[in-house]
């Protein structure tokens, strides 16, 4: 499997299996990457990120030759990859449950440009979170596309044209911006 240089984007497959390595190490070896920069662009934390890529990793290898059978291993491996995720997530909400009860019994001591930065990542995450509600794939293609993909490598992923992933990109984009812009029209619909 050769990787494009730099400026050179990979053509689709017609086969997706005609380039993908039958031992697990060699297919995982070369796709995390990939993984740990979605995860991490996802979850904000490399050592999060870490976690859940390790996760779906050991995932991944007990399903390995259902993955060798799924019409699309790679997509198959991304889909475990976005569970471990997404486990990692949920599991960070339980946590701040917890924390948020915590604090409202002590009032802690912040800063004003602290709770500013935080307000602002709030913002996007409820708005990531509104736009994956509303379009799922369009919220998937717009954090592959932050994590460094290109179009071809999100439409393998994601089972799609890789002009379909440029176009979900811009539509999840505009979507964004407009929630960001008009944050309280959204919230009541």
């Not at 994601?158 to 990109?169: I, N, P, Q, S, V």
Request: hydrophobic share 40%; glycine share 6%; charged share 30%.
């Amino acid at each position: 499997m050769s990787t494009p240089g730099p400026g050179e984007e990979r053509a689709l497959r017609a086969d997706p299996l005609a380039d993908l390595p039958a031992d697990f190490e060699a297919f995982f070896t070369h796709e995390n990457p990939g993984y740990l920069r979605y995860a991490q662009q996802r979850l904000r934390h490399r050592e999060d990120a870490q976690d859940a890529v390790q996760n779906a990793g050991a995932a991944l290898y007990k399903n390995w030759r259902r993955a060798l059978g799924s019409a699309d291993p790679q997509a198959y491996a991304f889909k475990i990859v976005k569970d471990a995720v997404v486990d990692v997530l949920r599991e960070r909400r339980r946590t701040e449950r917890k924390r948020q009860r915590v604090i409202a019994q002590r009032r802690p001591d912040t800063s004003q440009d602290e709770l500013n930065e935080l307000a602002e990542l709030d913002a996007l995450d409820w708005a990531m979170d509104e736009l994956a509600r509303a379009a799922p794939v369009q919220a998937d293609v717009v954090r592959l596309r932050q994590a460094g993909l290109s179009y071809p490598d999100i439409g393998r992923a994601l089972g799609l044209a890789h002009t379909t992933a440029r176009t979900y990109y811009s539509l999840g984009r505009r979507h964004l911006e407009y929630l960001l812009e008009h944050p309280e029209g959204e919230a009541g619909a």
